[in-house]
């Protein structure tokens, strides 16, 4: 009976944590819209909802933001929506599974990066106001690198076709864009994380237990 109402209580807990996220991702806080891409702030519940709930959930809310990410690169499409809309493909079947991979595959690499990195800080009793932080940072980054690294290393001649330049100037670009807004995307989730992480945490704390991925 315990283990129902524990594993009743994770449910619970996952679900509300996905409306969050599809709250955000439909909001202009959650997608800003750049001239050529959507910068986004949804990763910050996938990271929380990681940290709270384990890394098996952070995967499901990553899942869920991925799910978001192509939803809207289909209906209201960028420059570089062919990146994250299997249906705005520029290369058939291949690149829309491309694109699944990025838009799905590496959101929920943020899921599963900050849940371990969590538990990991955690075994080595590193306090929350220091580690809480860390996740958020690695865990926004992590959404920053595996994207930008897919781009360009599964579609570097569809994004320079895109971006009217030559296919070796595509790593400048993509390096350019980790460092204007990939890691000012990184320092605000650390922020952002440690303010209310540090309230979540005190909430969930005795309410869920997942193991080794709980908030102990």
């Known amino acids: 009976?315990?283990?129902v109402k524990k594993d009743t209580r994770w449910l619970t807990s996952v679900a509300l944590m996905a409306a969050i996220v599809i709250l955000l991702a439909n909001t202009p806080l959650g997608m800003i819209q750049l001239p050529i891409i959507k910068?986004?702030?949804v990763h910050i519940?996938?990271?929380l909802g990681a940290v709270l709930l384990g890394p098996g959930a952070g995967a499901i809310l990553g899942c869920v933001f991925g799910i978001?990410?192509?939803?809207s690169n289909t209906m209201a499409p960028t420059l570089l929506s062919f990146a994250f809309s299997p249906?705005?493909?520029?290369?058939?079947?291949?690149?829309?599974?491309?694109?699944?991979?990025?838009?799905?595959?590496?959101?929920?690499?943020?899921?599963?990066?900050?849940?371990?990195?969590?538990?990991?800080?955690?075994?080595?009793?590193?306090?929350?106001l220091v580690?809480?932080?860390?996740?958020?940072?690695?865990?926004?980054?992590?959404?920053?690198?595996?994207?930008?690294?897919?781009?360009?290393?599964?579609l570097a001649g569809e994004y320079a076709a895109a971006r009217t330049v030559a296919v070796d100037a595509v790593w400048g670009?993509?390096?350019?864009?980790v460092?204007?807004?990939?890691?000012?995307?990184?320092?605000?989730?650390?922020?952002?994380?440690?303010?209310?992480?540090?309230?979540?945490l005190s909430v969930f704390r005795g309410m869920v237990s997942i193991g080794s991925g709980s908030v102990a």
């Open 68 to 71: 978001c990410s192509m939803i």
């Open 39 to 41: 910068a986004t702030t």
């Open 173 to 177: 670009l993509i390096m350019g864009t």
């Open 131 to 154: 580690a809480l932080p860390v996740v958020g940072f690695v865990g926004s980054m992590t959404n920053t690198v595996f994207v930008m690294g897919s781009i360009y290393v599964l």
């Open 1 to 3: 009976m315990n283990m």
């Open 179 to 200: 460092l204007a807004s990939g890691v000012p995307e990184a320092i605000a989730a650390a922020v952002l994380v440690v303010l209310i992480g540090k309230v979540m």
């Open 45 to 47: 519940p996938v990271i």
């Open 87 to 128: 249906f705005m493909s520029m290369s058939g079947i291949p690149g829309a599974l491309k694109a699944i991979w990025i838009a799905v595959g590496c959101r929920m690499m943020i899921g599963v990066v900050s849940g371990w990195l969590w538990i990991f800080l955690k075994k080595l009793n590193i306090n929350h």
